[in-house]
């Protein structure tokens, strides 16, 4: 993607960051977000990225242009209020797409955690959707209302897509790691202070880890594919599992794993990856690889001396 004006949603957060960052590098570049951490705010201007700040809850999008040709929407509200969680990963979808109506296309990331559980069941896009963090909300419940406000961001970007005719693609993440963090990151932290790490029950805990590089990679071919009503895609890498992927953080560490087995956790959500495969080819980053940089780049104080595991 070369010379094209973009607008990146909820630029600041662990996934938007790094892409905003590398589309910045060919084109112009537009971030929206509420922008509470300078920090991040200052790395994007760095990039190039025009920063702009706007509060989802009430979105005030005067100040925005119209003429973006790509809508990326990565923003994500995790407050633990239905109201205040719908209005913003929900409500504010309908917003961004009726400002941007004469975008050439728009990205609307979801998760896979929009999945009805089932066990041992490997999901492609036409399966049915459920609560799929009900379990976390004793002990995480910012979590609660995570998986249904998701799927109401998906409904909200099926209406809008019709009604302006924008044509959509429905990302559903599987779990984005890499030098920005991510699930992966936290497990790195837990294994070096020797914490357990708590697993659900149906072992093995499979899901698919997708590197930050392969999700910029990825994105011309999910834009090239957005239709109307909208494309959904499992944006996902090659399935692994929480147990190995700790194991191999604690390879390089040199720290063994602990494991603690609680209802209270999600699930594996393992998905099929053949429409992505499809669109745009096989990733690119190795899991071992891209595990053993997120380490290099976070802490490479854990890594001195420490040999990565085969």
């Known amino acids: 993607m070369r010379g094209e004006k973009i607008l990146v949603v909820g630029c600041t957060s662990q996934v938007a960051l790094p892409v905003a960052r590398a589309l910045a590098a060919d084109n112009e570049v537009w971030g929206i977000a509420r922008f509470k951490d300078q920090r991040a705010r200052d790395a994007l201007e760095a990039a190039g990225v025009r920063c702009h700040g706007v509060d989802l809850h009430q979105p005030d999008l005067s100040g925005l242009p119209r003429d973006f040709g790509y809508v990326l929407n990565f923003s994500v509200s995790r407050t633990g209020s239905w109201e205040t969680d719908l209005d913003i990963n929900a ?29 041992d069941h490997v999901f492609s896009e036409g399966d049915p959707l459920g609560d799929n963090h009900r379990p976390w909300e004793p002990t995480m419940p910012f979590l609660a209302t995570y998986s249904i406000s998701k799927i109401a961001a998906e409904s909200a970007a099926r209406y809008a897509s019709r009604r302006w005719n924008v044509p959509t693609v429905i990302g559903r993440l599987g779990v984005p790691y890499g030098d920005n963090g991510g699930w992966p990151a936290f497990h790195l932290e837990m294994v070096a202070a020797h914490a357990p790490i708590e697993v659900h029950p149906d072992r093995p805990n499979r899901f698919n880890p997708i590197h930050e590089d392969d999700i910029v990679a990825t994105l011309p071919a999910l834009l090239d594919a957005a239709t109307v009503p909208p494309t959904v895609v499992n944006w996902a890498g090659v399935p692994s599992s929480l147990e190995s992927w700790c194991t191999e953080l604690g390879a390089l560490v040199g720290v063994e794993p602990q494991f603690v087995e609680t209802e209270h956790t999600i699930a594996g959500v393992p998905v099929d990856t053949t429409r992505l495969t499809a669109l745009a080819g096989p990733l690119q980053i190795d899991l071992a690889d891209g595990l053993r940089r997120m380490v290099e780049a976070r802490r490479p104080d854990l890594v001195r001396g420490a040999t990565a595991s085969s």
């Open 91 to 119: 409500g504010s979808v309908a917003f961004l797409m009726e400002h941007c109506a004469d975008a050439r296309a728009a990205l609307q990331c979801s998760t896979t955690g929009v999945y009805q559980p089932r066990p």
